[in-house]
C-alpha cells in the first residue's frame, strides 16, 4: 500500500494525477491511501475535488481538523470512502474507519485519529485508536493514519499501536512556525514553484499483517 502526505491545492491534485497511475504500474501497488483535507485550495475538501482524486487511483482519503473547512462536505461523506477523524464526537458527520476488500488478499482496516497537541480540543487519540482496532473485528492488515502536529504524538501511537497495526504513518505538514511565535492563527497559502509528492510504501503480508518493509517514495516535479 502506498501512504501519500496531505495533498494541498490544485498542484497537490495535479501531482496525484500525473504520479499516482503510474506508480500504481510501476510499484505494483493494491492500495493507496492519501490524506485529502487540504486539497481544496488549501482548504478542506469537497466531494467533486474527493471523486476525481477517486477516478486518479486513490482508494481511500483519510483527513484531519480541516475536513470541516468546505460546508458541502457536511453532506459529502456518504458512500464515499472518506474518514474523519474518529475522535471527534459521534454526531459529527462521517466516519473514522473503513474496511477496504481486496479480494483474494482480503480486507484492510484503514483508521483516522487526530492528535491532541497544538490541535483543536478533541478527544484521546489513543482510546480512539484503541475503538476502531475493535470495531475492525480483528482484521489482520492494519493501517492507521494520526493526523497530528507534533511528531512526539506520532511516534507515541506508533508505539501504543505495536504488535497491532500493520502501519501507522501520520499527516499534517503544515508550516505552523508563525503560529508557535506569535499564538496567532496563521493563513497557510499554496505554495507556488516545484511540486513535492512525498509517501511511503508498505508491504505487509496479508496473512500475518506484519509489514515486511517500509520506505519513502519522494518524487519532485517541475511546477504545474
Known amino acids: 500500500m502506498l501512504a501519500i502526505g496531505d495533498i494541498i491545492g490544485r498542484p497537490g491534485r495535479e501531482a496525484i494525477a500525473k504520479l499516482v497511475p503510474q506508480l ?3 510499484l505494483s501497488i493494491d492500495l493507496v491511501v492519501a490524506n485529502g483535507e487540504n486539497a481544496a ?5 469537497t466531494p467533486k475535488i474527493a471523486d476525481d482524486l477517486f477516478g486518479l487511483g486513490i482508494d481511500v482519503l483519510t483527513s484531519g481538523n480541516h475536513i470541516w473547512d468546505q460546508r458541502e462536505m457536511l453532506t459529502g461523506f456518504d458512500h464515499r470512502p472518506i ?11 462521517g466516519k473514522g474507519w473503513y474496511c477496504h476488500d481486496l479480494g483474494e488478499k482480503g480486507q484492510v482496516l484503514i483508521g483516522n485519529v487526530q492528535g491532541q497537541l497544538f ?7 489513543f482510546k480512539a485508536a484503541d475503538e476502531i482496532l475493535r470495531q475492525g473485528g480483528g482484521t489482520r492488515v492494519v493501517l492507521m493514519d494520526i493526523h497530528a502536529e507534533a511528531t512526539s504524538e ?3 501511537m506508533g508505539w501504543h499501536l505495536d504488535g497491532r497495526a500493520s502501519f501507522v504513518f501520520g499527516t499534517d505538514r503544515q508550516a505552523s512556525l508563525q503560529r508557535f ?13 516545484p511540486v513535492q509528492f512525498n509517501s511511503v510504501l508498505a508491504r505487509i503480508d496479508a496473512l500475518s499483517g506484519k509489514a ?4 519513502r517514495v519522494d518524487r519532485e516535479i517541475a511546477a504545474l
Not at 490541535?119 to 487519540?125: K, R, T, Y
Not at 511565535?181 to 514553484?193: E, Q
Open 24 to 26: 500504481r504500474r510501476e
Open 41 to 45: 485550495g488549501g482548504f478542506g475538501l
Open 83 to 93: 474518514l474523519r477523524p474518529h475522535n471527534y464526537p459521534a454526531g459529527a458527520p
Open 119 to 125: 490541535m483543536p480540543p478533541i478527544e484521546s487519540a
Open 154 to 156: 506520532k511516534i507515541a
Open 181 to 193: 511565535l506569535t499564538g496567532v492563527p496563521y493563513r497557510f497559502k499554496v505554495a507556488d514553484g
Open 212 to 215: 515486511a518493509s517500509i520506505e
